[in-house]
């Protein structure tokens, strides 16, 4: 079993952290078919009441395909997070290697103030667990 390794980052208050799994039943490496489970969490350490808008993930593999994906909210919510809440969510990422990575942000809201900003989410590699040493 892979060693479980948390990313995180810290941007305007928001922290986001990010652990990655690879899913060896979900997969078939007969096929170059690896799955990737992913858990994110939001913490909301600023003085202010947020939103979290859109997602913007870009996903790499080994053999140099670079993927976007954009859209609203994560899992169909846009979720509001009061100074001190949390909002936990996982989903999972589909690679045609056995190695890759994934990086992006998320588009916020102040809903005091109606300011967009910007949250970055930590870069965290996608490693089938038979790659790691």
Not at 66 to 95: A, D, T
Request: overall charge positive; proline content about 5%; charged content about 25%.
């Amino acid at each position: 079993m892979a060693k479980e390794r948390v990313e995180t980052t810290i941007t305007d208050g928001i922290r986001i952290s990010v652990r990655c799994e690879y899913q060896a039943p979900h997969s078939n490496p007969a096929k170059s078919e690896y799955v990737f489970a992913y858990w994110v969490t939001i913490a909301n350490e600023s003085p202010y009441t947020v939103q979290l808008l859109k997602r913007h993930w870009i996903i790499f593999d080994s053999v140099g395909t670079i993927r976007e994906v954009k859209g609203e909210g994560v899992i169909g919510e846009q979720p509001v997070l009061k100074p001190g809440e949390l909002h936990k969510y996982s989903s999972w990422c589909p690679l045609s290697t056995a190695v890759g990575k994934m990086k992006g942000s998320f588009e916020m809201r102040r809903t005091s103030k109606e300011q967009l900003f910007h949250v970055t989410i930590p870069e965290f590699n996608l490693v089938a667990d038979f790659k790691q040493n």
